[in-house]
């Protein structure tokens, strides 16, 4: 059947796709008796740009798809200020509606407002936007209370250069909420492009999640927004469950002007859930313009830990965060009047090239209440993991830190005394410990070797080393003398220190690992 449509990019055609449309509902409606039992209708636009200057309305019917010129290309656009270009479901009165279809399609809004939206679906079931690109929306695509809506192989891109500061909630290519009429969930996302515009001048959200049950993304490459995964909950209760998010194989490219690769933010009360985020072989970059890799900030609003619920289960695992001007991974907490994320875990991950405007803090500042840090690359440094950490080994990292059983790696050129580690001892008040230095330059000057063991005490301060003299390998220098381990009390830390060293670049490795106790 043929509606009239024209595709010139001049005429109107929105009464011709509506009618399409509303032929496509009535033909399922007479022919299929249950929403179980239907194979479905397509509205096929061929080639041509098609200007739309109202709403399309698909509601009262399931199994429709609308299918564009896959070879060719199929564009719907518009210019106005105020429009929703596709409206999947009923806003009056909501209800289910099941198996709405894009395919091959191109939405392109060319206003200068934030009231626009490409696609917004409204109680819709088992959806897909497969091969389809958005763009230019305020919200690209609006999801209230979806669930199973499959996005592959799309691409969403907002360029409008028009000032949308007013909020950060303003912008977004995909944005997911629920609402005490139901939990929004099960959204797959695979192959697909998210683009921005970001500026000192605008807020853009890639993703904006204020409640979702369920989103798994593979494939997908995250870019040129000021937040590139934002989950925010807004605190009202029934509407703040952000639960069982997995990101495989995602690169968040911080490329412009972003502030945040990802941020998990918002508030919650008493019965949200704010929980089972992981994130499995990703790249965080911030390409030096984002200050955070990933930040954690959620505040509670006086009800939510008390009333047994829990920031927690927050994975990251093979995942690299890098060139972030801050941190490449902020968890703020009760020290900062945040919520503690209880589980933090970051295993088999690489932080490199972070912290470049010389911050005191770098690449990781944990606040939480359990975590698991574990066989990471931390070349420049691992500071301040403050609460009851409770596994923390096998990282490999410069600077200071505060756990046994990791390896750090300094390298210095001061000409003076420098102290090549520090470390807070750990939980338990006494017992024995050893310390093990090697030290190497890449001239051969001079290499040392140290292995110092013996018993602490924190609560009167005292550290005493066993006899077992180190043993020394020097060439034709002899400056540098390596000082035994000495503990500072007023700070809980131990310092190793070497003095008088020439000015040249001489790489440390230290090594602190807990004996059993004495």
């Known amino acids: 059947m043929w509606f009239g449509a024209v595709g010139d990019g001049v005429t109107d055609d929105t009464t011709s796709i509506q009618s399409a449309t509303n032929a496509a509902i009535a033909i399922v409606n007479s022919s299929y008796s249950s929403i179980w039992d239907y194979s479905g209708i397509s509205v096929l636009f061929p080639h041509g740009v098609y200007y739309i200057t109202s709403s399309i309305l698909v509601a009262g019917a399931n199994g429709v798809s609308f299918v564009g010129d896959g070879s060719r290309g199929a564009q719907l656009e518009t210019d106005l200020d105020t429009i929703e270009m596709f409206v999947v479901g009923d806003p009056v009165t909501p209800a289910n509606i099941f198996d709405i279809h894009f395919r091959y399609l191109t939405m392109v809004c060319k206003s200068n407002t934030s009231t626009t939206i490409g696609i917004r679906y409204i109680n819709a079931i088992n959806c897909d936007l497969d091969n389809c690109t958005i763009n230019n929306f305020a919200q690209n695509v609006y999801c209230e209370r979806v669930n199973t809506l499959s996005i592959k192989g799309c691409n969403f891109d907002i360029i409008n250069g028009v000032s949308w500061r007013s909020t950060v909630k303003a912008i977004s290519n995909l944005t997911l909420k629920g609402s005490t009429l139901g939990t929004g969930g099960n959204i797959t996302i695979s192959n697909t492009d998210f683009g921005g515009s970001a500026s000192a001048d605008l807020l853009i959200n890639n993703i904006l999640i204020e409640e979702c049950d369920g989103l798994y993304m593979s494939e997908c490459h995250f870019s040129q927004s000021n937040y590139l995964m934002h989950c925010a909950p807004t605190g009202e209760e029934g509407k703040e469950r952000i639960t069982d998010i997995y990101a495989s194989n995602c690169y968040f490219d911080a490329d412009g002007q972003p502030e945040i690769n990802v941020w998990l933010e918002g508030s919650v009360t008493t019965g949200g859930l704010y929980q089972n985020i992981n994130f499995s072989n990703c790249i965080f970059r911030g390409g030096i313009s ?229």
């Open 290 to 518: 984002a200050e955070y890799g990933v930040k954690i900030e959620v505040t509670d609003l006086g009800s939510f830990y008390s009333s047994g619920a829990r920031l927690e289960n927050i994975n990251f695992d093979g995942c690299t965060f890098k060139q972030a001007s801050k941190q490449g991974l902020l968890a703020l907490g009760d020290a900062s009047g945040k919520l503690e994320v209880v589980g933090l875990k970051v295993t088999d991950s690489t932080f490199t090239e972070n912290n470049s405007s010389g911050n005191i803090v770098s690449d990781l500042l944990i606040e939480c209440d359990s975590a698991t840090i574990n066989d990471n690359n931390v070349p420049i440094e691992f500071s301040s993991i403050i609460g009851a950490v409770y596994q923390v080994s096998n990282n490999i990292h410069k600077g200071v830190g505060n756990q046994l059983d990791d390896i750090y790696k300094l390298t210095t050129t001061d000409a003076a005394s420098t102290s090549i580690f520090s470390r807070l001892i750990p939980q338990r008040t006494s017992g024995s410990i050893r310390v093990t230095v090697n030290g190497s330059s890449p001239d051969a000057v001079e290499y040392a070797s140290y292995v110092f063991e013996g018993s602490f005490n924190r609560t009167t301060g005292s550290l005493a080393w066993a006899a077992g003299d180190p043993v020394v390998t020097r060439s034709h220098k002899t400056s540098g003398v390596l000082t035994a381990p000495t503990l500072v009390a007023a700070t809980n830390s131990i310092n190793v220190t070497v003095a008088g060293i020439a000015a040249t670049s001489f790489t440390w490795t230290a090594k602190i690992e807990l004996l059993q106790s004495k």
